[in-house]
Every structure is written in structure tokens, then in C-alpha cells.
């Protein structure tokens, strides 16, 4: 079956049909879906009715797979699967109450997967394995796109500047306070350019996460988070961005060096949603 890749109507991504994914796919499948990646920034793998292990071969062939700090969201089939869901593997939903539920809150906020660690995610695999009948799309964001239309003075001032990236923000942006009593993490904060580089295309992109980023190194807390929220909101135009509506056994796969994302609310004591991640481990971000 030959390989279909058709550009979505969106300021970013493609869907690709035609493959199964997993970790013996066909080689010359894997290469023009890497090329796709590079080209589209996300790729749309309809109909992928896979298990977790396919899951974790085939993104396995992009990198080394992150294991991810939240041990409560793991999966217990294959740790490097984290569970984005409001339900338990034994299929019971979450109290709206419990850590688990506040915790994914965390992910209506914008943010590029993993930018607390020192080299953050390629990108990420996500499969709707259970999806509501309303509510819970995801939300991209072209970051070269938002980069290059950038005004004068916020370009000026992410092309010279760094950020404090902190997992422990996260957590003070869902619970209002630093949570550490309910898991045990290593330090997770880094200075990141507020642009980097891409690795492989050199196509500069700007480089922010609402969720993890504190403040921008040089600045204070207070003098930063005015011109965060300038550059988020600037960013986060509908003219930058890709809704996607999920349906069942869908993969979406990004390239975290060069977009955001973020969910819609959904009504999660009553709506079932199950979506699992593999996230593959990138380079240290550099401007050039
Ligand atoms: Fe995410």
C-alpha cells in the first residue's frame, strides 16, 4: 500500500495514511515520515488500533524514549507510556478531587513537552485510545510561523534572552503551591533560549511554554510575566494554530522543537478519556 501524505487545511500538519506503525515498519515508510515530520511539524496517523508495544517501536525509532517524572501516570504495560487520561488502568474514572485529576489540568495550559529537562523532547506520540464525545481536542501551535511574524520589540527581545523552565511551575500553576509530597522528582528547571534553532531543518522557532516557564533569566517573576503574556497571546493566534478534534485510534505525532500544544476542557466526571504518549528525547536548545 503506498504511503499518502496530504497537507491538512491548517497552519500546520499533514494526515499520513497507508502504514501501521510500529517498530519493524518498513524503512523506506519511516524515512519519508521523518521528512514529513520535517516538513509539516505534525503528522495525523488515522486508524492506528495499536498496542503500546507497537507504540513504543516505532517511537523508539526517532530517539531514546523519556520516561516521565509523574510515576502515577505510567503505564504499568510499558513505563515509557505516560497515561494522559482521567481514568485508571483498572478502568474506574478519577475522583475530579484527586492529585490525578488536578494533575492533568496542568495540560489545558500551552507548553512543548519536557522543556524542564537540559535536552527536552524531539516530539511526541500521543494515541487516542478513548476519546469523549465533546470536549478534550488538543490544540497546536506553529512556532516558526509565530516566530517569524513576531513585532520588532518581542523579537528583539526572545532572540537575546533565556528562560527558567521548572516542572515544580506546573505544578504551582494547577495546586497553587509546589506539590512535592505527591511525588518525588529530581530537580527539573533549565535556562532555555527563548528561540532555538531547529536541529535538523536550522529554521529558527520561538521557544516558550507558558506551563513551565517562570521567568525569563535577567528579569524578575513580576517584570517578566507581563511580556510572557504578550509573546503567549501574541503566539496562540487562531492564525497559528491547528484544532484537532480527536476520534478513536488516532496518533498525532509533533515536533516539540517547533510547536505547543494544549487541551480543551472536557467534562471528565462523566466522559471517558484515555490518550497515551510516548515522548522521544531531543538535543540541548540553541540558537545560532
Ligand atoms: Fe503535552
Redesign the pocket.
Known amino acids: 500500500m503506498p504511503l499518502e501524505i496530504t497537507p491538512l487545511n491548517a497552519p500546520l500538519g499533514a494526515r499520513v495514511r497507508g502504514t501501521r506503525l510500529k517498530g519493524d515498519i518498513n524503512p523506506n515508510h519511516f524515512q519519508i515520515i521523518q521528512q514529513a515530520l520535517l516538513d509539516h511539524h505534525l503528522l495525523l496517523f488515522p486508524d492506528q488500533d495499536i498496542t503500546e508495544a507497537e507504540q513504543v517501536g516505532f517511537s523508539g525509532l526517532f530517539g531514546k524514549l523519556e520516561i516521565h517524572p509523574s510515576k502515577e501516570h505510567r503505564s504499568s504495560v510499558q513505563q515509557e507510556i505516560y497515561r494522559?487520561s482521567n481514568v485508571n488502568e483498572d478502568g474506574q474514572i478519577f475522583s475530579v478531587d484527586s492529585y490525578k485529576a488536578k494533575y492533568l489540568t496542568g495540560?489545558r495550559i500551552w507548553?512543548t513537552?519536557s522543556s524542564f529537562r537540559a535536552i527536552p523532547s524531539l516530539g511526541?506520540l500521543l494515541r487516542a485510545a478513548e476519546v469523549p464525545p465533546e470536549g478534550g481536542e488538543t490544540y497546536f501551535c506553529n512556532l516558526h510561523t509565530a516566530y517569524e511574524a513576531l513585532p520588532r520589540h518581542l523579537k528583539a527581545l526572545v532572540d537575546t534572552h533565556c528562560a527558567v523552565h521548572s516542572y515544580d511551575y506546573i505544578q504551582t500553576l494547577v495546586f497553587g503551591e509546589k506539590a512535592h509530597s505527591f511525588e518525588q522528582h529530581e530537580d527539573l528547571v533549565q535556562e532555555h533560549p527563548m528561540t532555538r534553532s531547529h536541529p535538523v531543518t536550522g529554521r529558527t522557532a520561538l521557544y516558550v511554554s507558558p506551563h513551565t516557564i517562570s521567568e525569563i533569566v535577567g528579569l524578575s517573576a513580576e517584570e517578566s510575566r507581563p511580556i510572557l503574556e504578550e509573546i503567549y497571546e501574541f503566539a496562540t493566534q487562531n492564525r497559528f494554530v491547528y484544532e484537532h478534534r480527536w476520534t478513536q485510534n488516532d496518533v498525532i505525532m509533533w515536533d516539540n522543537r517547533c510547536t505547543m500544544?494544549s487541551v480543551g476542557s472536557y467534562d471528565s466526571a462523566r466522559y471517558r478519556r484515555v490518550m497515551l504518549?510516548a515522548t522521544v528525547s531531543g538535543d540541548s536548545p540553541v540558537h545560532r
Do not use: F, L
Open positions: 494522559v495540560t507548553h513537552d511526541s500544544h504518549r
